[in-house]
C-alpha cells in the first residue's frame, strides 16, 4: 500500500525527471551583452524586465555597475536561455530586441555566444541594437 506522502514524492520525483529530460542543461545556451541605460535606473530593474523575456533561464551580473564616458549605465549581463520555438540566430535577434524594448534600456551589444567573441554582424544578429 502506498501512503500519501510517498505517493507525492513519486509525483515530485518523475516532475523532476520530466522537466530535466524536456530541458536538459547541455541544451541550454550563454550570451554575455553590454546593456547600456539611463543612470536614474538601477541595474535589478533593467535584469527583472529582461527575466521575464520568454525563454530566458537565468540574467544575472557578477559585477558593480560602471558609468560610460557618455554618463550611461553600464552592465555585462550573462544570459542562459532556451530558444523556444525559433532558431539560435532569431531568438538572440528576438532578445537583443526585447532588451532593447526595456524602458531606460538605450543599446545592447552582444559581446559573447557560447563563450566566442562576437564582432561583426552574421545574418539577423547584430552587434550594436
Known amino acids: 500500500m502506498i501512503t500519501e506522502n510517498r505517493l507525492n ?46 525563454g530566458s533561464i537565468t ?7 560602471r558609468k560610460s564616458t557618455l554618463g550611461r549605465s553600464v552592465i555585462d549581463a550573462k544570459i542562459n536561455y532556451y530558444p523556444i520555438g525559433m532558431s539560435n540566430p532569431k531568438y538572440i535577434d528576438f532578445l537583443a530586441k526585447s532588451i532593447k524594448s526595456i ?6 551589444r552582444i559581446l559573447r555566444i557560447q563563450g566566442k567573441k562576437f564582432v561583426r554582424d552574421v545574418g539577423p544578429i547584430k552587434v550594436v541594437y
Open 103 to 108: 524602458p531606460g534600456v538605450s543599446q545592447v
Open 59 to 65: 540574467i544575472y551580473t557578477a559585477e558593480k555597475t
Open 9 to 54: 514524492e513519486i509525483i515530485k520525483e518523475e516532475t523532476f525527471r520530466f522537466i530535466n529530460k524536456l530541458i536538459k542543461r547541455k541544451d541550454t545556451k550563454k550570451l554575455i551583452v553590454r546593456i547600456f541605460f539611463e543612470p536614474e535606473l538601477h541595474a535589478t530593474d533593467v535584469l527583472t524586465a529582461a527575466r521575464a523575456i520568454t
